[in-house]
């Protein structure tokens, strides 16, 4: 679904997750704790009824992107989908006045395994956004406020290991988009490589969300 971004936005209070369960989130206490948020965002590699308990337990929009862990999205298998969440892997949402894109997926480290892929091939997978997104920044107006990824970009919170290389695709995006923010996870926060795990490049404020972030627009 494609969207234009809104020259005014509504303030609101995001809550993203990526990678690990917390256990504060998982427990009655959610809905005291983060009654006002209003906008879930997860960033890939959680098990989905953890994603769908908190779903049900705010009672606001899930948007999510899968991780290298994830199945393969099926909207018509119960496992394959996180029932009450929609998946912008390669879409945009316009929300509440915001423009959200999503990139899922990361390097490839493993053959035949979904959600991972080879330099090339996130460029192929992210030129939907671009022809999409594009037009907005020709009209000198933001591509998207904010873009959702799982992995990070090649030299932002990335690591040295064949896993956990950022993706240069995303870097692309940043560039032609210049979202407000970017939320990624899929690198762990407590390595040394993490340990201011938000970081401003351009325009863009880069944030780690492992385990989990809030954000005030």
């Known amino acids: ?70 199945p393969a999205y099926n909207p018509n298998e119960a496992l394959a989908h996180v029932e009450g969440g929609t998946n912008i892997d390669r879409r945009t949402i316009s929300l509440k006045g915001l423009a959200i894109a999503g990139l899922g997926g990361s390097i490839r480290y493993r053959p035949g395994v979904a959600n991972q892929y080879s330099q090339t091939e996130m460029y192929l997978r992210a030129l939907p956004l671009m022809l999409r997104l594009g037009p907005e920044r020709v009209r000198g107006r933001r591509g998207a406020d904010i873009l959702v990824t799982h992995s990070p970009p090649k030299g932002i919170h990335d690591d040295a290991d064949s896993a956990h290389t950022g993706l240069k695709a995303i870097n692309l995006l940043m560039q032609l988009l210049r979202p407000r923010y970017l939320l990624h996870g899929h690198t762990h926060n407590y390595r040394s490589n993490l340990l201011d795990p938000r970081t401003q490049v351009g325009e863009t404020l880069v944030i780690n969300v492992f385990p989990f972030a809030t954000l005030e627009i």
Not at 61 to 70: A, E, K, S, T, W
């Open 1 to 70: 679904m494609g969207s234009k971004v809104r020259q005014n936005t509504l303030a609101m209070k995001i809550l993203a997750v990526s990678d690990q369960v917390e256990n504060r989130l998982y427990s009655p206490r959610l809905r005291e704790a983060f009654s006002d948020v209003s906008l879930l965002i997860g960033c890939g590699d959680l098990p989905f009824d953890y994603l769908e308990y908190m779903v049900s337990c705010l009672d606001v929009p899930l948007l999510y992107v899968p991780g290298n862990h994830d």
